[in-house]
């Protein structure tokens, strides 16, 4: 029997920069730098270059990032934001937060990614924003959502909480729209060594108005200018992320070599991937293929000792937190296409070669 495959595994990687990690740590410790601070202020400075945006604000995770988004751009009660019915909750949640009210459209059946023509018919007078999602690390169209939201004079958030380095016709993703949001959870292609999220801004402004919310509505400690949070990101985090990013090129290299043998090697007419417009280039933070029984395929995988994850199941508008919103099966034929026939594959920088072969191998047998 081979070597048990799963669809991520962080060991591997984090084993490679230990050391490294444990050192920053040391320093953070020493210094009982736990909360904010300087190792928090260097993660940010080195991001915004990363990312080509002006300004870079840590906070405590994606969820929060998506959050602060929307009051940073003044999205409240009564308000409507629009996004796809396919993403993780999350996107969704942080409308929900804000007292708003979540407007799903469906998303293309070729790059799985919103559906910019199915946007104007959603927009209201209530419309505020609308959140386009790099799903998977795959930009999504962002020049045709951008034309809709200038047109109606909506704000445009990016959730690139899965495509930190992806880029969208030669350009990193982050500062595309008026803010955009990361998540730094271990599992992203950039994870902490904790929960982590982050926002890139080319705006002075909110990049101002944000360090306030996240630190209790403060500029000035003990003065409280607005009602705020505690979403502050940790010093431990923040250093665990310096390290990484450096190694973050080379390990987003190496999982599009991977995403490059899977579309070149799985000749299976049985397995579909997600489509590649010629503008995209994807980070790969997951490696989704669609099939028509997908337990099946699943059960088969497993007895090849080959773990893949689902990723999503149950689209956003079939959620029970959502049942009030009275959506229902059939709303969103392609999103929901997706919940019920993805599998996603083994995908991560450490993932060996000949593991790749035997994955192959097995899909191209199936
Ligand atoms: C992970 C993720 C989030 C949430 O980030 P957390 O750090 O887990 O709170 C939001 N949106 C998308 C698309 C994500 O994949």
Not at 78 to 88: H, K, M, S
Not at 221 to 240: I, K, P, Q, T
Not at 306 to 329: D, F
Request: charged letters at 20%.
């Amino acid at each position: 029997m081979k070597e048990k495959i799963n669809c991520l595994d962080l060991s591997k990687q984090h084993q490679q920069v230990k050391k490294e990690i444990f050192d920053v740590f040391e320093e953070v410790y020493d210094q009982t730098a736990f909360s904010g601070g300087r190792f928090v202020e260097e993660f940010e400075n080195k991001f915004a270059d990363f990312c080509n945006a002006k300004y870079s604000i840590g906070v405590n995770n994606g969820t929060s990032a998506l959050h602060l988004a929307l009051l940073a751009l003044g999205v409240g009660s009564g308000d409507e934001v629009i996004l796809p019915a396919n993403t993780f909750i999350a996107t969704a949640w942080a409308i929900t937060y804000v007292g708003a009210t979540p407007v799903f459209v469906d998303c293309k059946s070729d790059t799985w990614e919103i559906d910019a023509t199915l946007i104007e018919d959603k927009i209201t007078d209530k419309t505020k924003a609308i959140i386009g999602v790099h799903l998977y690390g795959q930009p999504f169209d962002i020049d045709a959502v951008q034309e809709i939201a200038k047109k109606h004079k909506l704000f445009l958030v990016e959730d690139a909480a899965q495509a930190q380095g992806a880029e969208y016709k030669g350009s990193r993703v982050g500062s595309f729209g008026d803010l955009a949001c990361f998540s730094f959870y271990p599992g992203k292609n950039l994870g902490a060594c904790g929960e982590a999220g982050g926002l890139t801004t080319n705006s002075l402004e909110y990049s101002k108005h944000l360090q306030s919310l996240r630190n209790h509505g403060s500029i000035v400690r003990y003065y409280h200018d607005e009602v705020g949070f505690n979403m502050r990101m940790g010093g431990l985090e923040a250093g665990s992320l310096t390290v990484k990013l450096k190694y973050l090129n080379d390990w987003n290299s190496r999982r599009k070599e991977i995403a490059k043998r899977y579309q070149n090697e799985i000749t299976n007419p049985k397995i579909k991937m997600q489509f590649q417009p010629d503008w995209s280039n994807s980070v790969y933070h997951l490696f989704v293929v669609t099939v028509d029984d997908r337990e099946d395929l699943i059960k088969y995988l497993n007895t090849n000792n080959i773990y893949p994850g689902l990723h999503y199941p149950v689209p956003c508008h079939l959620q029970k937190a959502y049942a009030n919103l009275n959506y229902k099966v059939g709303d969103f034929p392609n999103s929901e296409y997706l919940a019920s026939h993805c599998v996603s594959l083994p995908m991560y920088a450490e993932l060996e070669e000949n593991s790749i072969d035997n994955i192959i191998n097995v899909l191209n047998k199936y």
